[in-house]
C-alpha cells in the first residue's frame, strides 16, 4: 500500500491509471469507476486522458468512454459557473 505521503487525490490518480491502461477492457472499466464519483476538479485532464488512451487502444465501441468523458466536461463547466456565479469554493 501507497505511504501517505505519496497519495493522491482520485481526480489526479485516476489520470495515471487511465494512461497505464493496456486494453479497451480495462479502460471502459475505469470509465464507469468514474461515472459514478463525483469528481471534485481535474475535469479537462482526465477527459482528455480517457480521448487520448481511446484512440490509442482504437476506438472500437469507445461510447461509454466518450460519454464519460463529455461528462466530465460538461461538470467541469458546470462547477466553473456555480463558482463564479455564487462564489462558491473549488476549481
Given at each position: 500500500m501507497a505511504e501517505e505521503s505519496t497519495k493522491k487525490p482520485f481526480h489526479?490518480?485516476?489520470v495515471d491509471f487511465i494512461n497505464q491502461a493496456d486494453c479497451l477492457a480495462t479502460l471502459?472499466?475505469?470509465a464507469a469507476l468514474i461515472a459514478i464519483t463525483k469528481i471534485?476538479?481535474?475535469h479537462r485532464t482526465i477527459a482528455v486522458a480517457?480521448?487520448?488512451k481511446l484512440k490509442e487502444l482504437g476506438n472500437r465501441d469507445g461510447d461509454l468512454?466518450?460519454?464519460v468523458?463529455?461528462?466530465l466536461f460538461d461538470?467541469?463547466?458546470a462547477?466553473?459557473?456555480l463558482v463564479s456565479c455564487c462564489g462558491m469554493g473549488g476549481n
Open positions: 489526479e490518480s485516476v471502459k472499466d475505469i471534485p476538479e481535474n480517457l480521448n487520448d468512454i466518450s460519454g468523458a463529455i461528462s461538470e467541469g463547466k462547477l466553473k459557473k
